[in-house]
């Protein structure tokens, strides 16, 4: 479903993303963590067509981004780590901008917008300006734009940023049940908590290059620590591979 081929960014002498290859089945919840400045957020901008490699290639339902870039947006929802929006509209407003990039008719958009807004308790704000909805709120109404068109992939990055408790439980289910429909998805996370909780596999990317991949237990084995959380596991194999390099 997701595949990435020796993907490579630089800007200038400076190696961000550092040839990572990685495949993800259907329905897969991955993790992806690595300290800040690793080059999560450039690898998922790669993922999402928003910044183009200097070498590699990005496949998403067997179609290459660089030959068919609008095809393969099509098929995901891209949910950033911070929620840009147009204030000025209403959030229903921003639904139906968002459904017209995806060439939703009425009919389909109408139905599936109220129900991604109650999902997420913000029908009785869809016809309020953005501009009045706080942090969370406007978090919550980036991931319901991503959620609209029902993509087969979702990308996100950070998706508990504001989001209190309550709403971070309801992400995490509702990512459980999208992926046992076979919605695959890739989060990159700092909240380690999450990603142990949720993913079925996790990558580590540490100075630009993918240092760990599997499962909890495979990186416990990696490690050599059986009964280590993952935020100790994280540290463990980002410390060897800083000491190494």
Known sequence: ??????????????????????????????????????????????????LRPTAGTVIIDEIDMALE???VKQRIGFIPDRPFLYEKLTGMEFMRFTADLFGMGDGLFRERAE??????????W????????????????????????DPRIIIVDEPMVGLDPAGIRMIKGLFRRLAA?????????HTLEVAEDVCDRIGIIHLGSLIAMGTMADLKHM???KDANLEELFLKLTEEESFTS
Do not use: C, W
């Not at 993907?7 to 990685?22: M, S």
């Open 1 to 50: 479903m997701i595949e990435l081929k020796d993907l490579t960014k630089r800007y200038g002498t400076v190696l961000a993303v550092n040839r990572i290859n990685l495949s993800i089945s259907p329905g897969e919840i991955f993790g992806f963590i690595g300290p800040n400045g690793a080059g999560k957020t450039t690898t998922i901008k790669m993922m999402g067509g928003i």
């Open 181 to 189: 429909a076979g919605t695959t998805i890739f989060m990159s996370t």
């Open 69 to 71: 870039p609008e095809k």
């Open 223 to 225: 490690a050599s620590r």
């Open 115 to 124: 129900n991604v807004l109650k999902m997420f308790s913000l029908q009785d």
């Open 126 to 149: 869809s016809g309020e300006l953005i501009e009045a909805y706080s942090h969370g709120m406007k978090q919550r109404l980036v991931i319901s734009a991503a959620l609209l068109h």
